[in-house]
């Protein structure tokens, strides 16, 4: 499917509106309206700044092997879960839009058998502990989502419960210098 400048623009309007003075329900409502914007935006490898900026950085930090046991904060359409799964980690990723879990679980059904894909809202500790299954998790990882999740005190909170004693939980933000409403990304090729 294909996008209008314009369409991205106002997408990317509403997008990055998410976090700053609304709530949960307010923030959830966007990203339901946009969750198939979303996915075809990113498709199965992200966009060019999360693939040459942000994606190696948070895979040098996480270190993910066979071995891990790995949440997926705010998973979107789930493709750096795949990229995790494609290392041989096993993964429980979530979101809170539940249309943009169905995106997820239909885009990456490759890998059904290594990612549980579940809806879970961010902001609500009791949610995120229900994630919990029969073992502790050795890595958390959220990538360019925390800027939009309303209250972070929950989560961090219930991550500190998910993860096993030696667990790390890796996560990139942008930085609101950094946020343009053009397609230029500043990455490793571009100066």
Request: hydrophobic share 40%; with cysteine.
């Amino acid at each position: 499917m294909e996008y209008s400048k314009e369409d991205l623009m106002e997408a990317k309007k509403q997008i990055w509106g998410v976090g700053e003075n609304m709530g949960t329900e307010e923030s959830k409502k966007i990203w339901e309206e946009n969750a198939q914007f979303w996915d075809n935006a990113m498709g199965d490898e992200s966009n060019e700044f999360h693939r040459e900026v942000v994606r190696p950085k948070v895979t040098e930090l996480l270190s993910p092997n066979p071995a891990d046991y790995i949440l997926d904060i705010a998973c979107g359409n789930g493709n750096y879960s795949s990229y995790l799964a494609q290392r041989g980690a096993s993964i429980v990723a979530f979101d809170y839009s539940k249309k943009m879990i169905e995106l997820a679980k239909r885009r990456q059904s490759q890998y059904a058998k290594q990612i549980e894909f579940c809806v879970a809202d961010a902001t609500d500790r009791k949610s995120i502990l229900e994630l919990k299954r029969n073992r502790a998790f050795t890595k958390a990882v959220s990538n360019m989502a925390i800027m939009g999740i309303t209250d972070i005190e929950p989560l961090l909170m219930a991550v500190y419960e998910l993860l096993q004693e030696s667990g790390i939980f890796v996560f990139a933000t942008q930085h609101p210098c950094f946020v343009t409403l053009t397609e230029k990304y500043m990455t490793p090729h571009s100066y």
